[in-house]
């Protein structure tokens, strides 16, 4: 399954410092938000996983920050899954304001449960694993 789409967002005044640009804070939140995005878009509502009990925190996140976005700009995230196991997965985003590119992103994250023990999704959920994969192999 491939989604292709990307998770579009108006920048709002108070994600802006004084200069009115984004505050590089509220990028882990747009990254978030394009994730949960695209997980919904594939059947995978984050909604539905915490009632089966699965977490998925972050691990690492790191951001290129190449251009300013300011107030009232609309900016397109497409994130793309780029590697998976059953207890891990990574993705890379590319957020831009129309054609231009104003960051580059990277997110890894485990998948745990409630107790924050990590969690084999291929074992214990192999039917939401085989989508997440599909996601994997729809941007090789």
């Known amino acids: 399954?491939?989604?292709?789409?990307?998770?579009?967002?108006?920048?709002?005044?108070?994600?802006?410092?004084q200069m009115q640009v984004?505050?590089?804070?509220?990028?882990?939140r747009f990254l978030e938000e394009a994730r949960l995005d695209l997980m919904e878009k594939a059947g995978l509502p984050y909604?539905?996983?915490?009632?089966?009990g699965i977490i998925i925190p972050v691990l690492t996140l790191s951001s290129e920050y190449i251009g300013a976005v300011h107030f009232?700009?609309?900016?397109?995230?497409y994130p793309h899954v780029t590697k998976l196991s059953p207890a891990r997965f990574s993705l890379d985003y590319e957020i831009y304001v129309g054609d231009r590119l104003v960051n580059r992103s990277h997110t890894s994250h485990g998948f745990v449960d409630t107790e924050f023990k990590p969690m084999n999704m291929r074992k214990h959920f192999?039917?939401?694993y085989k989508i997440m994969a599909d996601l994997v192999e729809a941007d090789s």
């Open 1 to 17: 399954m491939m989604v292709t789409e990307p998770y579009v967002r108006k920048i709002n005044y108070y994600e802006t410092d």
């Open 22 to 28: 984004v505050h590089h804070s509220n990028y882990a």
């Open 47 to 52: 909604d539905l996983m915490e009632e089966k």
């Open 72 to 77: 009232g700009d609309t900016i397109s995230i």
């Open 126 to 128: 192999p039917d939401m």
